[in-house]
Structures are given as C-alpha cells and as structure tokens.
C-alpha cells in the first residue's frame, strides 16, 4: 500500500480512499497515516504531498466510494434478496428493520459510523436499503470522512521521521484486533444462517 501510494501519489489516495468506503476492508488507517508522513521531510528529505490536498483528496474519495455503495444498496437491495437472500443471509424482514432503524437513528449512525474501522467501509449500504435521503446521506459522510482523513492524516504528520515505529507498532496491535473482528464475524454468520432458517421455514 505505502509502495502504491510512493508510485501513483493523489491518484493512488484517491483510489484507496474509493474502495475503503466502498465495501473494500482497505486499512485507510495506514494509507492516511503514511500520506500524511508523506507531507513531511522526514522520509523523503522533502515534503511529496499538502496536508490539505491529502484531507481534500482522501475525503473526495471517501465519498465517491460511500456513494457508489449507497446506491447499490438502494437501487438493488431489494432485488439482491428475492434473488439471493438465502444465499447472502437476507430478507425482506432485515431490509424492513433496517429502515425502521434508519428512521430513527441513520443521522448519528451514518456520521459516526464513518469513524469507526470496518464499519465505515459496510454503513453506506444499508443506508441505501433503507433509502435515506440522499442529501443527509452526502452531508453526513463528507463531514464524517473529513474528520477520519484529518485525524489520521494529522497523526501521520505528527509522527514524522517515526512513521516506521509507528507502522511495526500499529500492524503488531491490528493482529489481536483482526482476531477479535473474525470471531465475531464467525458468531454472527452463524447466528444469521439459524435467523435465515427459521424465517425460511416459517
């Protein structure tokens, strides 16, 4: 990733930052926080990238992925799962609880969850199944994505010349947290097929 970004520069932010939000499990922890030592002297012995174009670039493309994500959701969610519901463990009753969960709580949800890892590459989805306006939807996410690629961005700017500390640190610590996300994934996959089943046979 830091190899993609050294070559393609802005494009290559950009890209990262389209298929992180676009349902792609990209670590734009790294990407952003690499970038941002980018905009130092310290790696390079001259500054390669703004801090502000990286935010710029970094959120522009966030949004671009969310959108793409968002429309998927809403424009085939409910034909994904008349085809294909038994096979993505779907059904017309998630989309209908999804909706009702947007109605009341999509705001925060949206905004925040585009600060969370993981989460902010799946949120835009199920905004779309539950066809939040589109106008709340890019508002949100631009101002939640602003604020993960400056915070990042900003870390890696701080930690400059350290930037290969910091990247052994944090790749050390994102094993057990990877470890934590599968088993959890695994126990809700299972919980999902016995939900599926059950609604299948009733």
Not at 54 to 76: H, M
Not at 81 to 87: A, E, I, S, T
Not at 133 to 146: D, Q
Not at 151 to 169: E, F, M, R
């Amino acid at each position: 990733m830091q190899s993609f970004i050294n070559q393609y520069g802005y494009f290559g932010i950009f890209v990262l930052s389209v298929l992180s939000s676009a349902c792609l499990p990209i670590p734009s922890e790294i990407a952003y926080g690499f970038a941002g030592a980018l905009c130092t002297n310290a790696l390079t012995g001259h500054a390669q990238f703004s801090v502000w174009a990286v935010i710029v670039v970094g959120t522009v493309g966030s949004l671009v992925g969310a959108i793409i994500a968002y429309e998927v959701g809403r424009s085939a969610g409910r034909s994904i799962v008349d085809r294909w519901g038994k096979w993505i463990l779907l059904t017309h009753k998630d989309l209908d609880a999804a909706e009702r969960w947007f109605e009341k709580y999509g705001a925060p949800s949206v905004l925040i969850g585009r600060v969370i890892p993981v989460v902010r590459s799946f949120i835009s989805v199920p905004a779309g199944l539950a066809e939040m306006k589109r106008g709340r939807f890019v508002v949100l996410t631009t101002i939640g994505s602003a604020v993960w690629v400056a915070l990042l961005t900003g870390l890696g700017y701080a930690a400059g010349k350290n930037w290969s500390h910091v990247s052994k640190d944090f790749h050390a610590a994102q094993t057990p947290i990877i470890i934590v996300i599968v088993l959890l994934l695994i126990a809700g996959f299972w919980h999902r097929v016995r939900t599926v089943r059950r609604h299948n046979a009733s």
